[in-house]
Every structure is written in C-alpha cells, then in structure tokens.
C-alpha cells in the first residue's frame, strides 16, 4: 500500500485564483475607505468571482506562512493603474 504526502497531493489540485481588479470602497457606516479585491477562482470547470477586503488578504498570508513555513509562495504580479 502506497503512502502519498498529502501537501503534494493538495498542490496537484487544478486550482487557478487571480486578482481581477483592485478598487477603493467607502465603508457606508463609518466612512472609513478599505481597498478592495475582486477575485476570481476557478477549479473543475466551475469559477466564481468574490470580493474581499485587504486584511482578509493579510490574515490568510499569516495562515499558510505558519502552516506551511516551508513553502516559498509566488510573489504578485498584480500591477496598479
């Protein structure tokens, strides 16, 4: 019986996530301005287009460097206008 690394076998899976495009929103509460990023994802055959603020980037960064320190992630290619 063969033993697969699970890391290895997640990083097979045909995933593709981009940064469509990044815009300056004004919180309607507070009127505080938050960047925001529409992303989009696709995997199976499916894709879906999401919006989410710059900390959800920032907490999800700190999430995968502390769970998989050794992995270098690719740097951004996303350009600003």
């Avoid at 940064?19 to 995997?43: G, L, N, P, S």
């Avoid at 980037?57 to 050794?70: E, I, M, R, T, V």
Wanted: glycine fraction near 2%; proline fraction near 4%.
């Amino acid at each position: 019986m063969a033993v697969f690394n699970q890391r290895t076998i997640f990083f097979k899976i045909p995933l593709t996530v981009s940064i469509a495009t990044a815009r300056m929103v004004q919180d309607e509460v507070d009127h505080r301005t938050y960047t925001e990023y529409v992303v989009k994802v696709k995997f199976n055959g499916q894709s879906w287009t999401i919006n989410q603020k710059y900390k959800a980037f920032c907490s999800l960064h700190d999430s995968l460097l502390s769970q998989y320190p050794s992995i270098k992630f690719p740097e951004s290619s996303f350009q600003f206008s």
